[in-house]
C-alpha cells in the first residue's frame, strides 16, 4: 500500500490538496484537503446588504460574476424584490457568457493538458494536422502553414525547458494521442488565449468591467437608450452581437470538434471516475421570472442512485434538507462536531488541529481540510456540468436531451458513458453548446424588448431599508459553471446578521462527513489505476474534469490558529 502525494493541484483556482491510497496500482481510498481558509462570511457581519455582491464576488477572478449574481438574488428573496424581464435577460446574457469564455478556458487552459502531450506535438506533420483538423471543424486557422507556424513556437519552447510546463508528465504511457491530434490541441490552447479576452467584453458592455462586473440589487446597473452615447446604445449592442457570433463560431468549430477528436482516443476513462451516483442542480435561466423554477432551461432537482426515471424536488428553505457537516474539516459547531447545519444557521469558527507544515502526510489525523461537508438530506451529491445535464435530462428537458443524445452518438457511446472523468469533461462542452443556443436566444429576446421600448432594467420599490422588515433571510441559488451555487442571507435591522456561502467545490471537494460517505472528489478517484506512481497523472485527469476552486479564502491562520493577514475591502 503507497500514499500518493499531490500538492497542490495546480491548473485550477486555489489550493488543494489530493492524497490517494494504491494498493496493486490501484486507488482503493482518497483524501481532498483544501487548505485555504474560507473566511469570506465573517467580512459580511453587520454591513448593508445592498453591498454584499460586491464582496462575495470578489471570491475569485475566475467565478466572477457568478458569486454577485447569486448575492443579489439571496437579497431580493430576502426583501421581496421583482426584478424587470429585462434585466433577468441581462443576467441571463451575462451569465452564459460566463458557462461559455469558463468552459472553453477549462477545457483548453486547465484540462487539454491531462490529455494533450505538448512534446509529442514536435513529432507531428503539420500538413496532416491541417488535412485532419479540416474533416472536422472549418476554422479558417486549420492550414498547414498556420500548424508550422505553431509547431515552430513549441519546438522553441522546448529549447528554454518549456516554462511552467516543465514538469509535465510528457511521454507518459497514458497518452493516447496521435502527434497530429497533440499539435492541434496545443495549437488551439493559444487561440483559446486570444478568444477568451474577447468575449468577456459582453460583461463590460452590461456590467461596466472585467472581471468583478457592477450589479445592482433589484436588476442590473445599465440603462439602454440607442441613441444615447452614455447608455448601451445601437454601437454597443452590435458589439455584443459580434462578440456572440465569435463566440459561437469558436465553440461550435474549435472546441466541441476538439473535444470529440480528444474524446474519441480515451473511450476507456468511460470506465473511470464516476464516483458518486447522486446528482444536484439548482436548476437556471429563467424564462418567466427568477420565481419560477418550473420554467428554467435547466431544471432544479436532484437524482439519486442515478435513476434517470424520477427527480427528486429540492427546497433549499427546508432545514433538513441541505446541511453543512464538519466532522472532518477544520471548524467547530457549537453543537457539536457531528451535527450538520443548514446555511441560515451556519457557523464559520475556525479551528485549526492538522499537522504543522510542510508536512507529508495527512495520515492520523481525523479533521484534514478546510472545506465543510454538505449534504442533501443527507445524501453526498454532485453537482456541475454532469450533474445539471442528468437532472435535466431525467426531467425531460428536450433541448438537453437532444444534444446530450447527439454528443453520445458521435462518440459511440451508451448514457452510461456519462458518469465517468469522460462523460464529466464531455458534460460540460455540452453545457456550453447548450449555453451558446441560449445566448442567441436570450439576446434575440432583448432585441426584441429593445424594438418596443421595454427597457427598464431597475425596481427601486424596496431599495431603502426604512421600507424592510426588522427581521428577514433569504436564499440566492444559481447554476455557476462549475455547479450548484448558493447564499443564504439574514437581515437584521437593515444590516447583515448572517451570510454562508455553499459554493459547488465545497460540494465536490470536500472531506467525508460524520457517517464517513465520500464526497465527489474522493469517491471518484477509488477504483482508479495508476500506472506510475511518480507520475499520477490519472488522478489529476480526474480532479481537473470537475474544475476546481477553492479561491474563497479571505484569511490566513498559522498551525495554532492565530490570525496573521487578512484581506480587507474598502
Aim: glycine letters at 8%; charged letters at 20%.
Amino acid at each position: 500500500m503507497t500514499r500518493v502525494v499531490v500538492d497542490p493541484v495546480t491548473r485550477l483556482e486555489g489550493h488543494l490538496r489530493v492524497e490517494a491510497v494504491v494498493e496493486n496500482g490501484v486507488i482503493t481510498d482518497a483524501f481532498s484537503s483544501g487548505t485555504m481558509v474560507r473566511g469570506l462570511e465573517k467580512i459580511l457581519i453587520g454591513r448593508d446588504p445592498r453591498d454584499a455582491w460586491a464582496i462575495t464576488e470578489r471570491v475569485c477572478g475566475v467565478c466572477t460574476t457568478v458569486h454577485a449574481l447569486a448575492s443579489v438574488r439571496a437579497v431580493e428573496d430576502a426583501l421581496g424584490i421583482a426584478v424587470p424581464p429585462t434585466a433577468e435577460i441581462i443576467r441571463s446574457i451575462m451569465l452564459l457568457t460566463q458557462y461559455v469564455q469558463d468552459h472553453v478556458v477549462h477545457f483548453y487552459h486547465l484540462h487539454a493538458l491531462d490529455w494533450v502531450d505538448i512534446v509529442n506535438a514536435l513529432k507531428a506533420d503539420p500538413k496532416k494536422a491541417a488535412e485532419l483538423a479540416a474533416s472536422f471543424s472549418r476554422w479558417d486557422k486549420n492550414t498547414t502553414s498556420y500548424f508550422t507556424e505553431v509547431q515552430d513556437k513549441i519546438k522553441a519552447f522546448a529549447a528554454s525547458g518549456l516554462g511552467i510546463f516543465a514538469n509535465g508528465y510528457w511521454g507518459h504511457s497514458g497518452y493516447k494521442l496521435p502527434p497530429e491530434v497533440n499539435l492541434i490541441g496545443v495549437a488551439h490552447y493559444l487561440d483559446a488565449l486570444q478568444w477568451q479576452k474577447e468575449v468577456v467584453k459582453i460583461h463590460a458592455v452590461f456590467g461596466g468591467k472585467n472581471p468583478h462586473p457592477n450589479y445592482l440589487v433589484g436588476g442590473v446597473p445599465c440603462s439602454i437608450n440607442t441613441e444615447e452615447v452614455a447608455a448601451i446604445n445601437s454601437e454597443r449592442l452590435n458589439l455584443v452581437s459580434n462578440l456572440i457570433s465569435q463566440a459561437d463560431e469558436f465553440v461550435n468549430e474549435v472546441y466541441i470538434p476538439d473535444l470529440l477528436a480528444v474524446a474519441s482516443f480515451y473511450k476507456d476513462w468511460a470506465r473511470y471516475g464516476g464516483g458518486l451516483h447522486n446528482y444536484l442542480s439548482y436548476g437556471e435561466f429563467p424564462t418567466k421570472g427568477y420565481g419560477q423554477p418550473d420554467s428554467f432551461k435547466y431544471a432544479r432537482g436532484a437524482v439519486l442512485n442515478r435513476d434517470l426515471t424520477r427527480v427528486h424536488p429540492v427546497n433549499p428553505r427546508d432545514a433538513e434538507e441541505i446541511k453543512e457537516y464538519i466532522a472532518h474539516s477544520w471548524y467547530t459547531y457549537e453543537g457539536g462536531d457531528s451535527v450538520g447545519v443548514h446555511p441560515w444557521a451556519g457557523e464559520t469558527k475556525i479551528r485549526y488541529t492538522g499537522p504543522k507544515p510542510p508536512f507529508e502526510t495527512l495520515e492520523g489525523h481525523e479533521k484534514y481540510s478546510f472545506l465543510k461537508t454538505p449534504r442533501w438530506k443527507d445524501n453526498a451529491m454532485e453537482v456541475g456540468p454532469l450533474a445539471r445535464l442528468i437532472v435535466s435530462f431525467a426531467a425531460g428537458r428536450a433541448d438537453v436531451r437532444e444534444v446530450v443524445t447527439q454528443t453520445l452518438g458521435q462518440l459511440g457511446v451508451p448514457v452510461g458513458a456519462l458518469f465517468s472523468t469522460l462523460g464529466r469533461t464531455a458534460a460540460r462542452g455540452v453545457d456550453a453548446a447548450l449555453a451558446m443556443v441560449w445566448l442567441k436566444e436570450f439576446f434575440g429576446q432583448l432585441m426584441e424588448r429593445v424594438k418596443i421600448n421595454e427597457v427598464s432594467t431597475f425596481n427601486g420599490e424596496r431599495w431603502e431599508p426604512k421600507t424592510w422588515p426588522s427581521d428577514c433571510e433569504g436564499v440566492g441559488l444559481e447554476e455557476a459553471p462549475r455547479g450548484s451555487l448558493a447564499h443564504w442571507i439574514r437581515i437584521h435591522e437593515g444590516r447583515i446578521d448572517n451570510y454562508q456561502l455553499v459554493v459547488p467545490t465545497t460540494w465536490n471537494g470536500s472531506p467525508r462527513d460524520a457517517k464517513q460517505q465520500h464526497s465527489s472528489f474522493e469517491a471518484s478517484l477509488i477504483g482508479t489505476p495508476v500506472a506510475n506512481l511518480e507520475q499520477p497523472l490519472e488522478i489529476i485527469r480526474t480532479i481537473h474534469s470537475f474544475d476546481p476552486c477553492l479561491a474563497c479564502a479571505v484569511h490566513l491562520y498559522d498551525p495554532q490558529g492565530r490570525h496573521i493577514h487578512q484581506i480587507s475591502f474598502e
